[in-house]
């Protein structure tokens, strides 16, 4: 007997096949529903307007109940109105670096690693700046009807004393506006176990990344070649199967496969093929 985790269906963060979004958005997305996924996380509109991804969607038998702000020549605004557009119900970003940090990027269409570079010497205090960003954006979200979740990367769990930037981000935001999307892939990178997290903050956990990276000593690089090597599930860290029973006690309402570039051992839509069976598979 095969039933998908949590007994919801299985999930995909649309970034994973974001290079063949590009060259096909519509093939892309009748592929990745003949795999059998059925909810999908939006990180990029490829250009399409909001209606065009609601009948694309639907055409597919697709389901959108999250959206990555991950344009930053994009408002939040903008995003947020889309994400309505397209049914969603959440609105999600990452590291929030305060003004002064964005400074730092000196181009005008920063790309992710410019961005990460610059967030890399960020302090308590610029931490305790993106948490009051994550307070703002809670807030605006609550005013279009959606739900705010930031979404970490192991970057947060920079130590700084006593305390992590990540624990900073819960202990400085709304528990009421501000959720998390956890990136359990991330988090066990950095050395911390996703159970752990999942047990102390179940009602601020409602969304989970499921990916995976070779074993390897913990890691707080981000991106270069002494970042983590992803992988796909069951072929890396973490084990799945203990993660999916702490979340069943918590109040995670949807969880999305991704799998981070480059795909060295398939193209990937067979590793989501791989990722898919690999959930799918789990008792």
């Given at each position: 007997m095969t039933?998908?985790?949590?007994?919801?269906?299985?999930?995909?963060q649309l970034y994973t096949v974001s290079a063949e979004m590009q060259k096909d958005?519509?093939?892309?997305?009748?592929?990745?529903?003949?795999?059998?996924?059925?909810?999908?996380?939006?990180a990029s509109t490829y250009g399409k307007t909001a209606a065009e991804w609601t009948a694309a969607l639907h055409n597919n038998g697709l389901h959108c109940r999250s959206v990555h702000l991950f344009d930053l020549n994009q408002s939040p605004e903008e995003v947020m109105n889309f994400s309505r557009e397209v049914g969603a119900k959440y609105i999600v970003t990452s590291?929030?670096?305060?003004?002064?940090?964005?400074?730092?990027?000196?181009?005008?269409?920063?790309?992710?690693t410019a961005l990460v570079n610059a967030v890399a010497g960020m302090t308590l205090d610029d931490w305790k700046k993106?948490?009051?960003i994550a307070n703002q954006l809670g807030e605006q979200a609550a005013k279009h009807g959606l739900v705010y979740a930031y979404h970490n990367?192991?970057?947060?769990?920079?130590?700084?004393?006593n305390t992590t930037a990540f624990e900073t981000l819960l202990a400085s935001t709304d528990p009421a506006t501000v959720k998390f999307e956890m990136?359990?892939?991330?988090?066990?990178?950095?050395?911390?176990?996703?159970?752990?997290?999942?047990?102390?903050?179940?009602?601020?956990?409602?969304?989970?990344?499921?990916?995976?990276?070779?074993?390897a000593p913990p890691n707080l690089n981000l991106v270069g070649p002494g970042a983590p090597k992803p992988t796909e599930l069951g072929h890396g860290k973490p084990d799945y199967k203990p993660i999916f029973a702490a979340a069943a006690q918590a109040h995670?309402?949807?969880?999305?496969?991704?799998?981070?570039?480059?795909?060295?051992?398939?193209?990937?839509?067979?590793?989501?093929?791989?990722?898919?069976?690999?959930?799918?598979?789990?008792?």
């Amino acid at each position: 007997m095969t039933a998908n985790p949590l007994g919801k269906p299985i999930g995909l963060q649309l970034y994973t096949v974001s290079a063949e979004m590009q060259k096909d958005f519509s093939g892309t997305l009748s592929k990745v529903a003949q795999i059998g996924i059925k909810e999908v996380e939006i990180a990029s509109t490829y250009g399409k307007t909001a209606a065009e991804w609601t009948a694309a969607l639907h055409n597919n038998g697709l389901h959108c109940r999250s959206v990555h702000l991950f344009d930053l020549n994009q408002s939040p605004e903008e995003v947020m109105n889309f994400s309505r557009e397209v049914g969603a119900k959440y609105i999600v970003t990452s590291l929030n670096p305060p003004p002064e940090i964005l400074a730092k990027i000196t181009s005008a269409n920063p790309d992710w690693t410019a961005l990460v570079n610059a967030v890399a010497g960020m302090t308590l205090d610029d931490w305790k700046k993106s948490a009051a960003i994550a307070n703002q954006l809670g807030e605006q979200a609550a005013k279009h009807g959606l739900v705010y979740a930031y979404h970490n990367h192991n970057v947060e769990f920079k130590k700084f004393g006593n305390t992590t930037a990540f624990e900073t981000l819960l202990a400085s935001t709304d528990p009421a506006t501000v959720k998390f999307e956890m990136d359990c892939g991330w988090v066990s990178a950095a050395g911390y176990h996703p159970v752990m997290l999942l047990e102390k903050y179940p009602q601020r956990i409602r969304l989970l990344h499921i990916k995976a990276f070779q074993a390897a000593p913990p890691n707080l690089n981000l991106v270069g070649p002494g970042a983590p090597k992803p992988t796909e599930l069951g072929h890396g860290k973490p084990d799945y199967k203990p993660i999916f029973a702490a979340a069943a006690q918590a109040h995670v309402e949807q969880y999305y496969i991704e799998q981070e570039p480059p795909f060295l051992r398939m193209p990937a839509l067979a590793a989501v093929k791989v990722d898919y069976d690999y959930l799918h598979a789990i008792r």
